[in-house]
């Protein structure tokens, strides 16, 4: 049987996942997406996995996608129906993955 895995990362980790888990054997798809609170860019990678090779995998994902701080400003609304803006520093964690498991029923390759 395989798995789907799905895994959603920061486009910083992307290039340096693609490259671990192709050396080890995976065959992956690369999605450019965005989203997240910081509506930055992300990418989708997209991997068809052996049942007996998901722990691996999944291994490679957490050793190349650490969640770190980031600095990122916030706009707070000041003075209600004045409209003004005003931005202050707040401190975000980025980074990691964020990993779906799929069942898969069927895999062809023509």
Not at 11 to 26: K, T, Y
Not at 28 to 53: H, P, Q, Y
Not at 61 to 88: F, H, L
């Amino acid at each position: 049987m395989m798995k789907l895995i799905v895994a959603i990362v920061q486009d910083e980790d992307a290039s340096r996942l693609i490259g671990n888990l192709m050396n080890d054997g995976f065959s992956v798809t690369k999605l450019a997406t965005t989203g997240g609170f910081l509506k930055s860019g992300n990418t989708t990678i997209l991997a068809g996995v052996e049942d007996n090779r998901v722990q691996e995998c999944l291994g490679i994902i957490e050793k190349v996608c650490k969640s770190r701080k980031q600095i990122a400003t916030s706009p707070v609304t000041m003075g209600g129906s004045s409209g003004m803006y005003a931005s202050y520093p707040i401190e975000v964690t980025v980074g990691g993955a964020t990993v779906f498991i799929l069942a898969v029923d069927q895999f062809v390759k023509y």
